[in-house]
Nanobody, 124 residues
Framework: QVQLVESGGRLVQAGGSLRLSCAASGRSFSTYEMSWFRQAPGKEREFVAAIMWSAFSTKYADSVKGRFTISRDNGKSMVYLQMNSLKPEDTAVYYC?????????????????WGQGTQVTVSS
């Protein structure tokens, strides 16, 4: 099992940028597929981005493609989410998730480890 702690969320104006960080602890971090999900008030948690253990393969939700970039540093056990051109609809609590086995689906149930979340608020 891996433990995850997110940070970096804050209030930002529309059009601005923000970088979220996720610190992982536990064994074999480099073997995990890492992800970012988000949950807006009154909505279900939704997939944002994922990165494979090798960092050569990434996946994004259509709503963030071209604006967000996920990356990882296996040496530091860190995952990042660079968010550019932020919109008010990006406002949500952002969660870092981890799983050992990669599958074709990216739902809440597919990831077994989660952090506590970090709040991102984008003002118009």
């Amino acid at each position: 099992q891996v433990q995850l702690v997110e940070s970096g969320g804050r209030l930002v104006q529309a059009g601005g940028s923000l970088r979220l960080s996720c610190a992982a602890s536990g064994r074999s971090f480099s073997t995990y597929e890492m992800s970012w999900f988000r949950q807006a008030p009154g909505k279900e948690r939704e997939f944002v981005a994922a990165i494979m253990w090798s960092a050569f393969s990434t996946k994004y939700a259509d709503s963030v493609k071209g604006r967000f970039t996920i990356s990882r540093d296996n040496g530091k056990s860190m995952v990042y989410l660079q968010m550019n051109s932020l919109k008010p609809e990006d406002t949500a609590v952002y969660y870092c998730g981890a799983r050992v086995r990669t599958t074709a689906t990216y739902t809440l149930a597919d990831f077994g480890s989660w952090g506590q979340g970090t709040q991102v608020t984008v003002s118009s």
